[in-house]
């Protein structure tokens, strides 16, 4: 596929974006609509913006579909939406294939209705092989949650503790095998990381707008990479650096 994105002005690219689409429930209600139109709406845009995204070359793409905490909404809220991004999955699975992008899951896959992990386990394995860009789905995910999961498999497989270190205890997280976050983008006006990523994050760029997540685009996108590419990271030294 034909890099055809407009990187020309953007020299600086984050390696891995973290992407929270926030304001689905507040775009349906200004539409005068159902919350789950909103979630509908959203997941068009996501379809839209992962091809947009895969134009430029970012290696990895972390997206938050759902959390631990979004438990506590409406059963039926939380019901349509595991609709939704099951058909999402089952719809573009084959298409994503073919443009050689990893679909990996982020989160506590057991808890979820059973035709939704059907539909990430055959995603994982068709996708497996490919050498594209990483997609990163966290859905039944917590930050919190997914230290304490590392802290378990670590002590069932007792692990020394002289043996843990960054790296290691990195490699127990669910993104292992995607370097830390660069950028990570919250649409919906909201100035917080709500559990996405805590540990990834901790020298992240943080770009936020106002622009709920439907009405999310292009030019948006491209607004959020300026600003990054203009941005000096020091990871806590005094000269600019990018991360190694
Ligand atoms: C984000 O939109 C989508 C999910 C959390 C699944 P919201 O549903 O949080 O939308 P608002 O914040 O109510 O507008
Ligand atoms: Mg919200």
Redesign the pocket.
């Known amino acids: 596929m034909t890099k055809t994105a407009p990187t020309k002005k953007l020299t600086i690219l984050p390696t891995h974006l973290a992407l929270v689409?926030?304001?689905?429930?507040?775009?349906a209600e200004r539409n005068g609509l159902p919350?789950l139109a909103?979630?509908h709406a959203?997941i068009e845009n996501m379809y839209r913006m992962l091809q947009y995204i895969h134009e430029y070359p970012i290696k990895y793409l972390t997206l938050y579909?759902?959390s631990t905490e979004?438990w506590g909404r409406p059963e039926d809220e939380v019901g349509g939406?595991f609709e939704l991004v099951t058909e999402f999955i089952n719809a573009h699975i084959q298409e994503i294939h073919e443009q050689n992008i990893q679909f990996h899951h982020l989160g506590r896959l057991n808890e979820l209705p059973s035709r939704l992990q059907k539909a990430v386990n055959r995603a994982v394995q068709l996708t497996g092989n490919n050498t594209g860009m990483v997609l990163n789905v966290a859905f039944n995910y917590g930050g919190r949650t997914e230290i304490i999961d590392a802290v378990r498999r670590l002590i069932t497989e007792k692990v020394e503790p002289q043996k843990i270190d960054e790296k290691l205890f990195e490699s127990y997280l669910y993104t292992n095998g995607s370097p830390n976050v660069d950028m990570l983008i919250r649409t919906?006006d909201e100035l917080r990381l709500s559990n996405f990523l805590i540990w990834q994050t901790a020298y992240s760029e943080y770009y936020f707008t106002k622009v709920l997540?439907p009405d999310f685009g292009k030019k948006d996108l491209d607004k959020a990479l300026l600003s990054y590419s203009q941005r000096k990271r020091r990871f806590g030294r005094l000269q600019a650096r990018q991360p190694t």
Do not use: I
């Not at 689409?21 to 775009?27: A, I, L, T």
């Open positions: 689409p926030d304001g689905n429930g507040r775009w919350r909103g979630h959203g579909g759902f979004n939406l919906g997540w």
